[in-house]
């Protein structure tokens, strides 16, 4: 009786730990289907999602003094995701999250050519990436799972591939679940492309942000930010962020690498060990004492001080313009199609794509 007492105990526990989730209608895009808006609230966080490049577009949390403010950016109606296709705000970037040199790669001896959207480059999956998708949707316990099925020659990857992100929210901790099988061999990198800033979206920049990146190498790039297959280590450079550092502090200094990318625009080699959780990264507020901690199964975080903001966008706070959003991207490093001794994207029939990826939302007085 008492063991029993004991199970349900944890059982209203277990039940009372996941945030609430409510859905709504949120518009149409042009080709006439609806878009489905998730609310997943929690006593400490409030997030929505949504089935329109199953992106983020808002993360409300407390500051030090408890007052809530949304901490990425976004537009506070579907018309704003439709019209902006350059930021990428909130997105699952697909199939392929960041570049893929020349939009080219090969597979067992066949080359592939991508849709190239940048320059020569194929960014974040081509012309029509999974951003411009109108996913499927479906309630999981605290949260939602979204579903894309890409057909095989989509944007010119091979095989069909079916991707699973599953957004849970349970007290100050948001959980990104990716998967994704195919049927035929074909490369796979997801990421969620959400821009954040710590003091409230469109309150200025977030260059006196401290950031920590648990990493001692990057991946530097050439002209065209595609890594030289370089592993660099960061020690005694503006990119060596294993002590928590100020963003702005050395962004304009005189750094090759700073100059190609116009800031940072890089992938860290992550210390931990791919496949588990490690840590990824640590952005600390002192204006609003807020906190976020990133974890990954991932073994790179592409962290990026929104450097092509140019204030053509804007949302219901202000302007989003030069830096005033940084991105924390966890993935495989860009253009690993390219590079073998980078860990493998590759995916067969059969096997299972399966990444995590953390952000927990805290406070520091
Ligand atoms: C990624 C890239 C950046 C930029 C943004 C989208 O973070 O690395 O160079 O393309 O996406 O604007």
């Not at 944890?10 to 609310?39: Q, R």
């Not at 019209?83 to 997105?91: A, I, P, R």
């Not at 316990?141 to 010119?156: H, K, R």
């Amino acid at each position: 009786m008492k063991m029993l007492g004991v199970i349900l105990l944890m059982m209203t526990t277990a039940a009372a730990a996941h945030a609430a989730v409510t859905l709504a209608d949120w518009g149409k895009l042009p080709d006439g289907s609806t878009v489905t808006i998730y609310t997943l609230k929690s006593p400490k966080v409030e997030v929505r999602v949504m089935t329109f490049g199953a992106r983020v577009v808002s993360i409300k949390t407390p500051d030090k003094n408890g007052k809530m403010a949304d901490v990425v950016l976004g537009y506070d109606n579907l018309q704003g995701y439709i019209k902006d296709n350059k930021t990428y705000f909130g997105v699952v970037p697909g199939r392929y999250a960041n570049r893929v040199a020349n939009g080219k790669f090969s597979l067992d001896g066949k080359e592939y050519q991508l849709s190239v959207n940048e320059g020569t480059n194929t960014l974040h999956g081509g012309k029509e990436g999974f951003d411009r998708r109108n996913w499927k949707d479906k309630e999981v316990p605290g949260g939602v799972e979204f579903t894309l099925v890409s057909p095989d020659a989509d944007q010119g990857f091979p095989g069909t591939l079916t991707a699973h992100v599953r957004y849970t929210l349970q007290g100050d901790r948001i959980a990104i679940h990716y998967s994704a099988t195919t049927d035929k061999p074909t490369v796979v990198n997801l990421t969620n492309h959400a821009y954040f800033n710590l003091s409230g979206a469109g309150s200025g920049t977030i260059l006196d942000e401290k950031l920590t990146i648990y990493s001692d190498k990057m991946t530097p790039v050439d002209s065209k930010l595609i890594p030289t297959g370089e592993l660099k280590p960061v020690a005694g450079t503006p990119f060596d962020f294993t002590k928590p550092e100020t963003i702005g502090a050395r962004i304009n200094g005189d750094d090759e690498q700073l100059k190609l990318g116009r800031g940072y625009d890089h992938n860290w080699v992550l210390n931990g060990k791919m496949g588990t959780l490690h840590p990824a990264a640590r952005v600390y507020d002192p204006a609003s004492g807020r906190v976020l901690t990133e974890e990954t199964t991932e073994p790179g975080v592409q962290f990026y001080t929104g450097n092509f903001l140019d204030g053509s966008f804007s949302g219901p706070n202000g302007k989003y313009d030069f830096r005033t959003g940084l991105c924390l991207e966890t993935q495989h490093y860009p253009d690993s199609p390219n590079h073998p001794t980078f860990p493998s994207t590759e995916l067969k029939p059969g096997q299972t794509y399966s990444s995590e990826t953390t952000w927990t939302f805290t406070v520091e007085k």
